[in-house]
């Protein structure tokens, strides 16, 4: 069985006292304590803009 979800993050990590901010994905973690393993990650290339965000999709499999 597939699954297959995309996350939308941002790049801005570095907090202002220049501490690395760590974030976690709860669906993503939900599948993979559920016993799904990540098969591929695909990065969502989009034009040049001002955004910092950016989305990664996760190809799923159990």
């Known amino acids: 069985m597939q699954k297959v979800i995309t996350i ?4 801005n990590i570095i907090d202002d006292g220049n501490k690395f901010i760590e974030n976690e994905y709860p669906k993503l973690n939900e599948y993979l ?7 591929n990650t695909i990065p ?6 001002a955004s910092y965000m950016y989305s990664i999709t996760f190809i799923l499999e159990k």
């Open 8 to 11: 939308t993050s941002h790049t």
């Open 33 to 39: 304590e559920d016993g799904y393993i990540i098969r």
């Open 44 to 49: 969502i290339i989009k034009p040049a803009d």
